[in-house]
C-alpha cells in the first residue's frame, strides 16, 4: 500500500480505539482525555485565540491578554463533555474568564468526565448548571455570557449564514476581547450521537449557534461538531457551525464530506497518545488522502479546507523522476478509444491528461475522418486511424477532399465509415490492444467521447474487454453507458472487468449504473458507492466534491471484510467543475496504471485501488494550484492538464 492515506475511523472504530487502549493496553482514561484538552489548548494557541503559556517569558504580558478574553464552555455528559471540562481547566489557568455550562449535576456525571469536572471545580473554574427547561439555554446564563444583540447588522449572520462560508474559517481568528467577543467551545455530543437530535439536544445546538451568530465570536468544536453525523457528515438534522474544530487521534469520515463542510471551519487533527498498536490490530474503515510531498498545503497539518501556503515539509515524497536509461516504451503508453462527431475534445483530453502526467506516449484510436479534430494541433497526441480493411488510397483521398457523400452511399468509402464507429474497426482495434498487452508499461483508456449513436459500439467494446492478456482499462463518460440498463439487449455485463481496472463515474453516470437519480446518488454517496463496488470487481471512483474511491475486497475467507478502506478526498473545488476535467482525470489513472509493473513505485506492487486514490489526490491538487489564477473561474480542462508536472513534482523524491 502506498503511504498516502491517514485513517479515518469511524465514530463507532473511534470508541473500539478507545476502548481497547483502555482496557487492553493499560493506558488510564483520565490521561487520554487530559492529553486531547491540550491538542485543544494547542489548536487555539496556533489560532492566535489564546495566549501561550504563562511560564514563558513573556508570560505575565500575555497573561493580562488573556485575563481580557471571556471563554464559555458548553459541556456535555459523555466524553466529550469530559474533554470540555478538562480544557477549561486550562484555560482558566491561562487567565481566561471561564464559565462552564453543564446540563447533568456534577454528582451524575461517571469515569473520567466526573473525575475531570471535579479537577476543574477545584481550580476554581466556574460552573453554571442549566435547568430544563423551555425556555432557550442563554436565559439561564450570566449576562456576559449571552448571546448579544448587535447595534451592527454586519456583526450578525443570517440562520443561512451562520459561522464561515462553507470550507473557510474566519482569517483573522481574532475574538473582540474588551468588547462583547466570546470563545465559545462545543464539548456537547461529540462522535457519541446517535440517530437523530431530540428537542432537548436540539435546543443546545440552536443556542450554540446563536453565539456562532455574532462574527464577534469564535467557536471551536471538540472532536466533532454537536449534531453532525461522523460517519455520513450530515446534521441530525442541525449541527453547530464550528469556525474550527479538533478531532483527536484521527478525523472522522463525515467531517470530509462535502455536506460537513458548513459545520467544521478549519480542521485540526490531533494526537492524543493511543498505541500503533490498536490502529493495527482494528485498522479503519475509511482512509483520507494526505500524500506525503516535497511542498504540502495549510502547514499546520489541517485537512484541509484551504489551501494555506506552500512550504517544505522535508518528508520524502513518492513519485520518482523519470529513469534516465529508460526509453519511451518503457515510461509508459496509453491507448484511448473514444471520440466521436461533436464529441472529439474528451478523447483529447484524455489523451492530454495522459501524456502531462507522465506517460511518453498517448494515441486515440478513433474513426479515421475525427483524427484532425481529436489532435486539434497537438501533433504529441498520435492517432491509430481504424478504416475499413478494403478501403484503398485514392477513396480515403476522395472522402478527404470531396463534397459530403462524394465517397458513396455505402461501401468502404462511404461518409459514415471515416468518422462513425462501425462493426469493421473491430479487427484492426483488437490487434492494436493485443499488441499494447504484450508490454508491461501500458493501459486504455475507454469511453471519453465515444458517443452512443452507432450501434456498432457495444461489440467492439466486449470484444476489446474480453480480449485475453490486454492491458487494464480506465471506464469513464460513454464508455460506462453501455453497462447501464439504459443499453437495454446491448448492455454489457460488469464480469468484463477485473480488479486491475477502474471506472470513474459522476453523479449522473453513476445514477445511471444503479437505476436511480442523481440527487439520490449525492444524497447517500456513501451508500452509492457501496453498490457500484458490489457490482464490479473494478476499482470505483465516485467523482463529485470529496471524491470517493472504493473496492470490493476479494473472498479470501471469511474474515475478510466485504469492502477495502474507503478512500475520501479532500478537496472540494469548484475549478474542477468544467467540461473535459473527468476526460482528465481518467488519462492520469491510465498513466499510473502503466506503472504498475514496472517496479516504477518504491513499494510494489501496487494496487490498482492506491493508483487511483492518487490519481484522484493529484488531479485535485491541480485544481487548487489553479486557484491563483481563476479565482472565479473561467479556466478549462486544458488548464488542469498543464498543472499536472506541478503536481508531480510536489510528489516527487
Not at 46 to 54: A, T, Y
Not at 109 to 116: C, D, E, F, P, S
Not at 295 to 324: M, S, Y
Not at 384 to 401: M, T
Amino acid at each position: 500500500m502506498l503511504p498516502i492515506y491517514a485513517p479515518l475511523p469511524t465514530p463507532a472504530e473511534m470508541q473500539l480505539w478507545d476502548n481497547c487502549a483502555i482496557n487492553e493496553f493499560g493506558l488510564p482514561e483520565v490521561m487520554l482525555m487530559e492529553n486531547a484538552a491540550r491538542e485543544a489548548l494547542r489548536a487555539l494557541e496556533e489560532l492566535g485565540l489564546v495566549s501561550p503559556d504563562v511560564a514563558s517569558p513573556e508570560g505575565p504580558e500575555y497573561r493580562a491578554g488573556n485575563e481580557q478574553l471571556h471563554a464559555l464552555v458548553f459541556a456535555g455528559s459523555g466524553n466529550n463533555g469530559g474533554d470540555g471540562f478538562a480544557l477549561a481547566r486550562h484555560l482558566h489557568d491561562r487567565g481566561l474568564q471561564v464559565l462552564v455550562c453543564h446540563f447533568t449535576p456534577l454528582g451524575k456525571l461517571k469515569g473520567a468526565a466526573r473525575k475531570h469536572a471535579q479537577m476543574a471545580r477545584d481550580c476554581g473554574v466556574p460552573m453554571h448548571l442549566l435547568p430544563k427547561s423551555n425556555r432557550p439555554p442563554e436565559d439561564f446564563l450570566p449576562p456576559r455570557f449571552r448571546p448579544a444583540p448587535s447595534t451592527n447588522p454586519g456583526d450578525l449572520g443570517s440562520l443561512g449564514e451562520l459561522g464561515n462560508p462553507p470550507g473557510r474559517y474566519r482569517p483573522d481568528n481574532q475574538i473582540e476581547r474588551n468588547g462583547r467577543g466570546l470563545l465559545v467551545i462545543d464539548a456537547l455530543n461529540g462522535t457519541g450521537l446517535r440517530g437523530p437530535l431530540r428537542q432537548e439536544a436540539l435546543a443546545r445546538v440552536r443556542c450554540l449557534n446563536r453565539y456562532a451568530a455574532d462574527r464577534r465570536n469564535f467557536l471551536l468544536a471538540l472532536d466533532i461538531p454537536s449534531g453532525l453525523n461522523g460517519l455520513t457528515g450530515q446534521p441530525e438534522p442541525e449541527a453547530v457551525r464550528a469556525n474550527a474544530t479538533v478531532c483527536f487521534e484521527a478525523g472522522k469520515p463525515g467531517l470530509f464530506m462535502p455536506s460537513a463542510m458548513p459545520f467544521t471551519g478549519k480542521i485540526f487533527v490531533r494526537p492524543i497518545g493511543l498505541p500503533a498498536a490498536v490502529r493495527q490490530k482494528h485498522p479503519a474503515s475509511f482512509r483520507l488522502l494526505c500524500p506525503p510531498m516535497r511542498e504540502c498545503a495549510t502547514p499546520e497539518g489541517l485537512f484541509p479546507n484551504n489551501p494555506g501556503t506552500l512550504r517544505k515539509t522535508g518528508r520524502p515524497g513518492i513519485w520518482p523522476a523519470p529513469d534516465v536509461l529508460a526509453h519511451k516504451g518503457r515510461q509508459g503508453q496509453v491507448l484511448v478509444i473514444g471520440g466521436s462527431v461533436g464529441l472529439a475534445g474528451a478523447a483529447h483530453f484524455a489523451a492530454l491528461g495522459a501524456l502531462r502526467s507522465g506517460s511518453a506516449l498517448a494515441s486515440v484510436a478513433c474513426p479515421e475522418g475525427l483524427a484532425p479534430e481529436i489532435r486539434m494541433g497537438r501533433p504529441e497526441i498520435m492517432i491509430l486511424p481504424l478504416r475499413p480493411e478494403c478501403a484503398d488510397v485514392a477513396g480515403r483521398a476522395e472522402r478527404a477532399s470531396g463534397p459530403e457523400g462524394s465517397g458513396g452511399a455505402s461501401g468502404p468509402n462511404a461518409p459514415g465509415n471515416w468518422r462513425e464507429w462501425q462493426p469493421f474497426h473491430k479487427a484492426r482495434l483488437l490487434a492494436a490492444v493485443e499488441a499494447l498487452g504484450r508490454r508491461n508499461s501500458s493501459a486504455l483508456v475507454i469511453g471519453p467521447g465515444l458517443g452512443r449513436e452507432s450501434a456498432a459500439l457495444p461489440e467492439l467494446l466486449s470484444a476489446v474487454l474480453a480480449l485475453p492478456g490486454r492491458p487494464p482499462a480506465v471506464l469513464d463518460a460513454d464508455g460506462l453507458f453501455y453497462f447501464t440498463p439504459l443499453a437495454g439487449e446491448k448492455r454489457l455485463p460488469f464480469s468484463l472487468l477485473t480488479a486491475e481496472d477502474i471506472i470513474t463515474p459522476h453523479p449522473g453516470e453513476a445514477a445511471s449504473l444503479l437505476g436511480t437519480d442523481p440527487a439520490q446518488v449525492q444524497s447517500g454517496r456513501l451508500n452509492a458507492l457501496h453498490t457500484l463496488c458490489n457490482l464490479t470487481e473494478a476499482v470505483v471512483v465516485l467523482k463529485g466534491p470529496g471524491t470517493l474511491v472504493g473496492q470490493k475486497a476479494h473472498d479470501s475467507g471469511a474474515n475478510v471484510r466485504k469492502m477495502r478502506p474507503i478512500t475520501i478526498s479532500p478537496f472540494c473545488v469548484g475549478q474542477l467543475a468544467v467540461g473535459g476535467s473527468g476526460d482528465v482525470l481518467a488519462g492520469v489513472c491510465a498513466t499510473l496504471l502503466t506503472r504498475r509493473k514496472n517496479n516504477f513505485f518504491a513499494q510494489n506492487p501496487v494496487s490498482a485501488l492506491d493508483l487511483a486514490s492518487l490519481a484522484v489526490h493529484i488531479h485535485g491538487r491541480c485544481g487548487e494550484l489553479i486557484q491563483a489564477a481563476f479565482p472565479y473561474g473561467g479556466n478549462s480542462a486544458a488548464d488542469l492538464a498543464e498543472k499536472l508536472p506541478e503536481a508531480l513534482t510536489e510528489l516527487g523524491i
